[in-house]
């Protein structure tokens, strides 16, 4: 809104010094840096004074040094300029658009009419109400691939932020006035996909009818997280001794002890001397190295009592530091880590968990073959078993679109990963035979600063197929980036990833570049960093993630905890209360996930999500209710031309942030930032709150005409704004709470 004002100022200025014998030229004009004042400010005179005095004659003077001459140079740059901007200034107020124009130090600063531009801005608001803010329609095509869970997964709050970002961004782009196609490619096939068919054959098969339909998606996810237990199990095991060696040589001294013990029990000498030499000597234990399945079931009780006798050191004397260990290297003794209780309780824990399977390590080899086996079930496409992966793919695809319509996610566009399998092998062939990809230690690679001509190390190389014909991650997007835009003519691809794999898309783009594939240059990527939460980052492999149900399930009943107490001052059913509930405390979720710089982790809490005093999305829909509330006791809106004289600095920031949502609107999309809309309404918000803060100082309702109209439409339009930008986040805007 304001933007026209200030190209407005910028194209008068523009004729003026173009009559003072200069270029016409394109520049920058700032909004004025202070508050309370409205208006648009110009360094040109810099600018136009640096061409000046640059013909001027050099001042040749052998007394001065350099230091001299430059500060000698600015003076007259900075003389020259102030003219210049006095001169532009003089030639700007005898128009009638602005209401006081000035020449500060070479700067000019040009002030608009209050009224005029106030009842601009509150008049477009109100009168365009949903669509203010909205971009002229746009020539190019934008395709935006976001939420990107894996089927046979669990959707966890990992997944949040690309999913929140990624439909903002499509949001904004669309009101911005590109046509944007939402896509997503859910990854169904893979290692993950086989490991939890494997598990769900093995061990679940009767299981799946008695399960709920609405829990199927979930169900699965927790058959893939135990697959993964039960299939590195060895390396569990062995994980958790060469860590327990790492931490305290006293270690060692108990194997010494406890050797005896074991060779009562029938322990192969061999294993229990391995075991003893490598704890002993700090060496990593290996899982292939012990040769009878029945060491470890003898060798757990002896490292359960080590730990319990350590928990109990440790809680009487506090943290243990165990002796500085010999290094192997010839340098300083090597001085273990200080083990405190929390560390020891966490490996007790983790001793009693993998003490309950050890039935288990003499069966994971056969069960790895097994996974084989059924990896090549998919290759083969054995009509039983793709039978299988279909319909529990459903249940994923389920239990996600559950998922997306509670967050108003939806997608015109799908892709899946075992779709683009036979193109992207295509396309491999066609990298081999035009010499672009080359076969390295029986794996198509692909050079790519070779290719390129670079001699520092960048794009480095990549592999696109593996040595068995099997597909990659790269096969399949290969594929997939040429398929986007020749299937649906788009101009701009824009892929929402984890920025771990900022190379790899980089890698990708690259390759497509060496086909000959002109979009590339056209391709993004908006990368992200990963959400943790305080206690540390989350895997499903470990199945230590939190479920977007179990947060989501969370926030909505702390929310409505809330609500309850809040709405005291007004009369709300309780279903209406549960509603509220719902959209605070979605909200809150989707608003943590976007009010941060997309390059910075995010550490989600709950505590701090929910805030209605924070930036957070809670304090943003409390000052919609509370505009709405104002609104409802209105009975007629004010309509025609309003007054805005003698507007408080309070009035005058508010207005402005109004006016400059369609041009932040138009530089979040240009920028893929939804970061700028979530700034923006929060800002928006404190500066109404701020406004309604002193009622006494800026009564609405009963401040006299013309005053109370114009109050009353500063109101309605900040009602209107928050909503709009709240909808471009995902974001419900509650009418009250």
């Given at each position: ?5 200030e ?14 014998g ?28 640096n ?73 477009a ?12 329609a ?29 439909e ?13 196609l ?24 009767k ?13 699965l ?5 135990e697959a ?23 270690f060692?001294?108990m ?21 003893l ?16 399945d ?16 350590e ?13 500085p260990?010999p290094?192997?290297s ?43 086996d059924?990896?090549?079930?998919w ?14 793919r ?22 899946f ?10 396309i ?88 000959g ?85 995010i550490?989600?809490d ?18 919609h ?68 803060a002193?009622i ?17 439409a ?24």
């Amino acid at each position: 809104m304001f933007r026209t004002y200030e190209q407005h100022a910028a194209a008068a200025i523009d004729e003026i010094i173009s009559g003072l014998g200069f270029r016409r030229r394109e520049f920058e004009m700032r909004a004025i840096p202070f508050s309370g004042s409205w208006g648009t400010s110009s360094s040109i005179a810099f600018a136009l004074a640096n061409e000046a005095t640059a013909e001027e004659p050099v001042v040749e003077d052998e007394s001065l040094s350099k230091k001299e001459r430059k500060a000698l140079q600015q003076n007259r740059v900075r003389e020259k300029a102030t003219e210049l901007a006095q001169q532009i200034a003089s030639a700007l107020r005898e128009r009638p658009d602005y209401v006081r124009v000035e020449a500060v130090n070479g700067y000019i600063n040009i002030y608009f009419d209050t009224n005029q531009v106030a009842n601009h801005v509150i008049g477009a608001v109100i009168g365009e109400g949903e669509s203010y803010g909205r971009g002229v329609a746009q020539t190019d095509r934008v395709m935006i691939e976001y939420s990107q869970p894996n089927t046979h997964k669990e959707f966890h709050v990992g997944h949040l932020r690309n999913t929140c970002l990624g439909e903002a961004l499509a949001r904004i782009t669309q009101f911005a006035g590109y046509e944007t196609l939402r896509a997503t490619y859910p990854g169904d096939i893979g290692l993950h996909v086989i490991r939890c068919l494997w598990c769900y054959t093995a061990f679940h098969a009767k299981e799946a009818k008695q399960v709920p339909a609405e829990q199927r998606g979930r169900w699965l996810g927790n058959l893939y997280t135990e697959a993964v237990r039960r299939l590195e199990y060895r390396n569990e095991v062995v994980g958790l001794l060469n860590e327990l060696a790492r931490m305290d040589a006293g270690f060692a001294a108990m194997i010494d002890r406890m050797s005896k013990e074991l060779f009562k029990a029938g322990a192969p000498g061999e294993d229990v001397a391995y075991l003893l030499g490598q704890i002993a000597n700090q060496r990593e234990i290996k899982t292939d190295a012990l040769y009878d399945d029945t060491t470890v079931v003898r060798f757990w009780p002896v490292i359960g009592r080590q730990l319990e006798d350590e928990l109990d050191l440790i809680r009487r004397e506090g943290p243990q530091q165990a002796p500085p260990v010999p290094s192997h290297s010839g340098g300083p003794p090597v001085i273990p880590p200080l083990v405190t209780l929390e560390q020891t309780e966490e490996r007790h824990a983790r001793w009693q968990r993998l003490g309950g399977h050890l039935d288990w390590w003499p069966r994971v080899p056969g069960w790895q073959q097994e996974v084989r086996d059924t990896f090549q079930r998919w290759e083969r496409e054995e009509p039983e078993f793709m039978a299988l992966w279909q319909e529990t793919r459903q249940w994923s695809l389920d239990g996600f679109a559950h998922i997306w319509d509670e967050l108003g996610v939806h997608f015109d566009v799908w892709f899946f990963e075992s779709q683009v399998e036979s193109e992207g092998r295509e396309i491999v062939r066609d990298l081999l035979v035009r010499g672009i990809a080359e076969v390295s230690d029986g794996l198509p690679v692909v050079k790519i600063d070779e290719k390129l001509g670079l001699d520092k190390e960048t794009y480095r190389t990549m592999p696109v197929l593996r040595s068995d014909g099997t597909t990659l991650y790269a096969t399949k997007d290969l594929a997939l980036t040429k398929r986007k835009f020749e299937d649906y003519g788009i101009d701009r691809s824009v892929w929402v990833i984890d920025v771990r794999q900022s190379l790899y898309m980089q890698q990708i783009f690259k390759i497509m570049e060496l086909l000959g594939f002109e979009q590339a240059e056209k391709c993004y990527h908006l990368g992200y960093e990963v959400v943790t939460l305080p206690e540390g980052a989350m895997s499903s492999r470990k199945g230590n993630v939190i479920l977007y149900d179990d947060l989501a399930r969370e926030a909505k009943a702390r929310a409505r905890e809330i609500i309850e107490d809040k709405a005291k001052q007004v009369h709300l059913t309780d279903a209406e209360k549960d509603r509220i509930a719902i959209q605070v405390g979605i909200g809150s979720i989707i608003y943590a996930m976007l009010a941060r710089d997309n390059n910075r982790i995010i550490v989600f809490d709950m505590d701090e999500a929910l805030s209605f005093d924070g930036h957070a999305a809670p304090y943003i829909q409390y000052a919609h209710a509370r505009a709405c509330r104002i609104l409802e006791r209105v009975e007629e809106m004010p309509t025609g031309e309003l007054v805005f004289d003698d507007l408080q600095p309070e009035e005058i920031d508010l207005i402005q942030q109004i006016g400059s949502f369609p041009s932040e609107v138009q530089r979040a999309a240009a920028e893929y930032k939804p970061l700028l809309i979530a700034t923006w309404v929060y800002d928006l918000a404190r500066r109404f709150n701020d406004f309604y803060a002193d009622i006494d100082k800026r009564p609405v309702l009963t401040a006299p005409e013309p005053t109370r109209a114009m109050r009353v439409a500063l109101v309605a339009a900040t009602r209107q704004a928050l909503a709009n930008g709240l909808h471009l986040l995902g974001v419900a805007a509650p009418e009250a709470m």
